[in-house]
């Protein structure tokens, strides 16, 4: 509300002064000379010279504090000295004398704009114009207001006769649009802009993610306030728990609320925007409340106050950080303060002399004719001849020129920019058809011009010049209020932050020396929430600011986000979560190892069925010549013994990590091995139920087809079958390793994919085939002779076979991953086995233990069987050997 009443009194007043000037402009065809409509009654003091600057000063506080204020007298004295300074320069603004009129704001609107449309238009009751009322104005430029909201209101009027000011603490922040509002306005001070994204450094470099902040009720603090909540937002730097505003004037049950808001709140803390008026009416609810364990954060307007670092106060702000003006140092000044008395400084109005007031106030005396009261108090008479060295006053204090620094840089930079537009050289000037300003025709516009341009080194070593939107190279100091244990207060510079045309904004702070008001010496925690722990993220919650939330736990399979705290990032494909969920790692990877138990089992099995083969190789091989290997058919009894034994070593092909020509190479080697074994197997029934044929009578005839050529040709052919149908299947669709992760999320399971269900179907498919023929046959012949009649194990060994086979399929289907190819050995194991077992386990019990029996006769005859030896059996028994079984 008191904003909009500002911008509303600020509009009326553009419009009386607007509606004064054409009044001017009228009158002077009516009357042959200018007249003022009003003459202020203001505070000023004043110096004769060709070209007068103006400048604007707080002096005095305002009707709350209605004391003399002795810095805002320097700041004006400063003016004097920058202005006594260049008139003694032969290089700068050679024959030319600078004069100033510097006016006293006392802290109020109303008198500061007074003070400056006197200044644009002078203190003459009446003058007499040349033509089309042209001449040199007044003041070709003004230094001040201190005050933002002054600023504006004068900028908005001067603004429009392009009159150059320049400010000295005005904060507030401009845009492209403002700048095109208020042309001529310029300042020496960094903008609020700056010094809120300096304050944002500060909280990010301390971890500060959860702040208050209070600002003061005008347009510097609400500028403050938006700038502040844009930027805080767009660096992700934190949040604020609370923004105030604190009014102007008492009001203590508003004073009372925000400091019970500030009470409540979890934030550590505060941010304070606001002038020395405010922080005094806040800190005494602040200490009647005994609210500690704050961190206070000072704006510029506060940080070097001194009426703040009272004993009552400093339990509480002890350890303040603050933003300051740049300190400079300005040689001489000191000694122009000494030099200054009230009989170098008159005045036609007296009584309004600053120097006077300011002498009054230092020495505590009065010039004559004194007041009454103050004649019957006893009061002293000053007499001018008071010396300034013999008092204590922070007139003379010249330690921290800050503002003064701004102030001497502002009356530089119009100095320079008049004294080029000065060395103008006629045709060659900026102005239409080249033409150059003259003393004579100066007008402000013209200067403002050459000020937009201005560039020049101080002697401290800062170079000043102005960017397009009339401010500064922007440098703050960070000042640190120091509680020592006297009781004093030192406020002492910890860092700086700045902006360089190269390296950006930059923020150098030197912890060591930052004095925390705390019992642990350390800078406090300032947040809503602590910081996720990894393995979790962020959850808002509802209503509340994002600094608010809840640590949620990551899901499998992902991980924390570094980047983005609001969501967990999935592991990539080979990886998953660790089980803290702060980082990813590799999956466990599954497969049938020759380094597990099972692996191990299943190897030591393979290798000792092989072992065992060749074993009964070597015994056959060793007992060739006797009638139970060569009745036998000993060659397919040996390329039996041989598939047998690649059967045992197929299944190696499935254990260990599966490789693509392990994948393609372990099926088929399978089929076709047993394959070789079952087709042995088969034609070794058929020729047991060929020679029994050919014992009946005509039935010899028959031999003929079962001959060594045709037994060697019936296994060869029934094993090329197997081979093309494993070509078919790895040309069309190879099997392969495939990673699964269906089975567990946080293993890889390697296995190898059958590729085409079809081919593996058809060659388990095709070993059935013969299984079941060789089975049928050696069941039909398990009638014949016990001796000769080996069909009986033949069948024993294919019931094995096809019972395991049979079991195989549910079995395989329903085990995962390693297990299935643990499942699939373990069916090639015990049919391979049960092969050994029951076709040649028989045999060597005979050759090995029953030597005996190992005769042509015991095979021919044995046991209760008898046959005479010219029975057409025995004649055909005789006759199969040679023929049949390759003995």
Known sequence: MRAFLVRHLLLCVSRIFISTSLFFSESFFLSPSCKLRRQFNLNGIHRAGNVILGGLFEVHYSSVFPD????????????????????????????????????????????????????????????????????????????????????????????????PIVSLLSLIVFNINDRQRFPSFFRTIPSDAFQVRAMIQILKRFGWTWAGLLVSDDDYGHHVSRSFQSDLAQSGGGCLAYSEILPWGTDPNEYKRIVDVMTKST??????????????????????????????IASEAWTLVDGLHTPAFMPYLGGTLGIAIRRGKIPGLREFLLRINPEQHHS????????????????????????????????????????????????????????EYNIYKAVYALAYALDDMLRCEPGRGPFSSHSCATLQTLEPWQLMYYLEKVNFTTPFGDQVSFDENGDALPIYDIMNWLWLSDGRTKVQSVGEVKKSPFKGEELTLHKDKIFWNFENKEPPKSVCSET???????????????????????????????TDSMECTSCPEDFWSSPQRDHCVLKKTEFLSYHEPLGICLTTTSLLGTFICAVVLGIFIYHRSTPMVRANNSELSFLLL???????????????????????????????????CVSCILVKTMVVLAVFKASKPGGGAKLKWFGAVQQRGTVLVLTCIQAAICTCWIVSASPAPHKNTEYHNDKIVYECVVGSTVG?????????????????????????PDNFNEAKFITFSMLIFCAVW?????????????????????????????????????????ILLRPERNTKKAIMVGGTHTAAPSSPLSETLEGIPAQLFFA
């Open 68 to 163: 003399f204020d002795p810095p805002g007298f320097r700041h004006a004295m400063t003016m004097a000295f920058a202005i006594d300074e260049i008139n003694k320069n032969s290089t700068l603004l050679p024959n030319v004398t600078l004069g100033y009129s510097l006016y006293d704001n006392c802290a109020t609107l109303g008198i500061g704009f007074s003070a400056a449309l006197s200044l644009a238009s002078g203190r003459e009751e009446q003058f007499l114009p040349q033509e089309n009322c042209l001449g040199s104005p007044p003041v070709l430029g003004i230094v001040g207001d201190p005050f933002s909201t002054f600023s504006i209101a004068t900028s908005n009027v001067l603004g429009l006769f392009k009159l």
């Open 267 to 296: 934030a550590r803390v505060v941010i304070v925007f606001a002038h020395q008026m405010h922080m005094i009416q806040l800190m005494e609810e602040v200490v009647r409340k005994n609210v500690t364990g704050l961190q206070w």
């Open 348 to 403: 036609n109005d007296y009584e309004n002399s600053m120097v006077r007031q300011f002498w009054e106030y230092t020495f505590h005396c009065r010039f004559a004719p004194p007041p009454a009261d103050w004649v019957e108090a006893d009061g002293a008479l000053c007499t001018g001849q008071e010396d300034l060295e013999n008092v204590e006053t922070e007139f003379l204090d010249v330690s921290e020129l800050r503002p």
């Open 532 to 562: 996720c722990p990894p393995g979790t993220r962020m959850a808002r919650k509802r209503g509340q600011p994002v600094c608010c939330f809840d640590c949620i736990p990551c899901s499998e399979g992902k991980i924390s986000n570094k």
């Open 642 to 676: 041989v598939s047998l034994k690649l059967c045992f070593l197929c299944s190696l092909l499935f254990i260990g990590r599966p490789r693509l020509w392990t994948c393609q190479l372990r099926h088929a080697a399978f089929g076709i091995s047993f394959v070789l």
């Open 760 to 784: 593996f179907a058809v060659l388990l498919g095709y070993i059935g085939l013969l299984a079941i023929l060789s089975f049928l046959l050696a069941f039909l012949a398990r009638n014949l």
């Open 806 to 846: 049979v079991a195989f399929v549910p079995a395989y289907v329903n085990s995962p991953g390693k297990y299935a190819d643990a499942v699939e050995v373990f069916a090639i194991l015990a049919s391979s086995f049960g092969l050994l077992v029951a076709l040649f386990g028989p045999k060597c019990y005979i």
